[in-house]
């Protein structure tokens, strides 16, 4: 991938993103609907008019990409570049007036992940990944912290409630092995991840829009993230349970940890 290309996608994106933000701010602690999806995930007017935006600005500078969304349906183009967006990561935050929902986006060329965000608007936190070992915190360079070992390790997790037992009994594994474990904040714990603050998130995610920008923020900053197996994630897994750790040695202890049933 060439350099100026990948500087140009950043300066863009970046662009799309201060005005994306604006919309998910004047929505802010103002709407209080949601309607329920099929899935039962939560959806607001909000979610539907910051994609819609950003799915605008991609095809009218990038025509023949392809953009795959939460809450609209696929565009297929006719180059080998695909768009995944979720306008709000963290919709129930949202609707509940806490600031820790995001806007995720993330860009795939010729099956590679080339570019990654987690924008939270509200908190003024941005973290941007075009570089195979880098990623920015508002534009500065930013690196994950890792603990040694899993008894001074800091664990966070949106939600064990959406875990099977099976899963739940292998996540108390490892909730038991952490030095702390914290609850809710959706995309944002990875953001705090790659910034050296949290060592582990694990969950459940459940579309590539969810965790694709995740995997490049994490492993940009020098973190590692798989599914509970250690397998690398693809671009079409769904309701997928993934690890994020800020090294890979830790890791493989975490690992450890969520095989023992």
Known sequence: MKKNLLKELEEFVNRVLDISGTIALENFRVIRDMTLK???????????????????????????????????????????VTWYIDPIDGTRSFVA?????GTLLAIVVNEELIGGVIDCPALGERWTSFHPKQTKANQSLTQCKPVKNLKNAVM?????????????????????????????SDCYNYGLLASGYIDIVAERLTAPHDYLPLIKIVEGAGGIMTDWEGKKLDFEQRNVYVLASASSEIHELALKKLQDK
């Open 97 to 101: 007036g806490k600031h820790d929902f």
């Open 38 to 80: 099929g899935d039962s995930s939560p959806v607001t007017k909000a979610d539907m008019e910051i994609e819609q935006y950003i799915r605008t600005k991609i095809l009218e500078k990038y025509p023949d990409h392809n953009i795959v969304g939460e809450e609209l349906d696929h565009v297929d183009g006719s180059e080998n």
């Open 156 to 184: 966070a997790t949106t939600s064990s409630h959406e875990f099977g037992m099976k899963k739940w009994r292998a996540y108390q594994s490892l909730e038991q092995a952490v030095k702390v474990t914290t609850t809710g």
